[in-house]
T-cell receptor, first 112, second 115 residues
Framework: GDSVTQMEGPVTLSEEAFLTINCTYTATGYPSLFWYVQYPGEGLQLLLKATKADDKGSNKGFEATYRKETTSFHLEKGSVQVSDSAVYFCALSGSSASKIIFGSGTRLSIRP | GAVVSQHPSRVICKSGTSVKIECRSLDFQATTMFWYRQFPKQSLMLMATSNEGSKATYEQGVEKDKFLINHASLTLSTLTVTSAHPEDSSFYIC???????????FGQGTRLTVV
C-alpha cells in the first residue's frame, strides 16, 4: 500500500542554518504530496503542497519539489528561525477524496 | 483557506463514560471526513473514513463499537468514544476534504484525558 518515509528526528539546528528534512514515498499512480506543520499543542496546518511531478510547493520560506524519478519530496529552508520549531509531517493523498497517509513526523528544534 | 472547527479542544472524563467530539466544516461542504488519533510524539494514525449519509469505514484494528462515528450532514461529523478507558487518552484530529478532493483541512484537535 501507499506509504511515506521521512527523516527521523529530532533535528536541532542553530538559527539561520539551512534545513533539509528528507521524505520519500511509495504510491500507485500519481499522488499529491504535502508537508504539514504542527506547532506545540496545536493541530495540523498545511505548509505546502505539490500535485504533479516537478511542481514546487513553497510557503514561509520553505520549499519542496515533487520528484517522481526519485519518489521524493524533501523539505528545505535556507535560513531557519526559532519560530520554525515544530513537528513536520510529510504526507500523500492518492485519488480524489482519498485518505491522507502521513510520515512519522520530524521534530525540529531551533536554537537562538 | 477552508476552515474546520473541532470541539472541544480539551476534555477530561471519568473512566466508563462516553465523550463526543464534533468536527464541522465552516465554509464548505465535506462529503468525506477523516478521524485520526495521535499518540504522544508519534504520527497520525487514521482511524476511520466518514462519509455523509452512510456508515463509516474503519481501519483495521479500530473498534467500531467503541469509536462511533456519525456523519449526518455535509458539514458535521461526530466521533463518540464510548465507555472510555485511560488507554483511550490521546489527541484526536479530524479532517475534511474539500470539493476538489485533493486537499484536506484539519481541525484543531481534541486532547482527551480519561481518568
Amino acid at each position: 500500500g501507499d506509504s511515506v518515509t521521512q527523516m527521523e528526528g529530532p533535528v536541532t539546528l542553530s538559527e539561520e542554518a539551512f534545513l533539509t528534512i528528507n521524505c520519500t514515498y511509495t504510491a500507485t499512480g500519481y499522488p499529491s504530496l504535502f508537508w504539514y506543520v504542527q506547532y506545540p499543542g496545536e493541530g495540523l496546518q498545511l505548509l505546502l503542497k505539490a500535485t504533479k511531478a516537478d511542481d514546487k510547493g513553497s510557503n514561509k520560506g520553505f520549499e519542496a519539489t515533487y520528484r517522481k524519478e526519485t519518489t521524493s519530496f524533501h523539505l528545505e529552508k535556507g535560513s531557519v528561525q526559532v519560530s520554525d520549531s515544530a513537528v513536520y509531517f510529510c504526507a500523500l493523498s492518492g485519488s480524489s477524496a482519498s485518505k491522507i497517509i502521513f510520515g512519522s513526523g520530524t521534530r525540529l528544534s531551533i536554537r537562538p | 483557506g477552508a476552515v474546520v472547527s473541532q470541539h472541544p479542544s480539551r476534555v477530561i472524563c471519568k473512566s466508563g463514560t462516553s465523550v463526543k467530539i464534533e468536527c464541522r466544516s465552516l465554509d464548505f461542504q465535506a462529503t468525506t471526513m477523516f478521524w485520526y488519533r495521535q499518540f504522544p510524539k508519534q504520527s497520525l494514525m487514521l482511524m476511520a473514513t466518514s462519509n455523509e449519509g452512510s456508515k463509516a469505514t474503519y481501519e483495521q484494528g479500530v473498534e467500531k463499537d467503541k469509536f462511533l462515528i456519525n456523519h449526518a450532514s455535509l458539514t458535521l461529523s461526530t466521533l463518540t468514544v464510548t465507555s472510555a478507558h485511560p488507554e483511550d487518552s490521546s489527541f484526536y484530529i479530524c479532517s475534511a476534504v474539500s470539493g476538489t478532493g485533493h486537499e484536506a483541512f484539519f481541525g484543531q484537535g481534541t486532547r482527551l484525558t480519561v481518568v
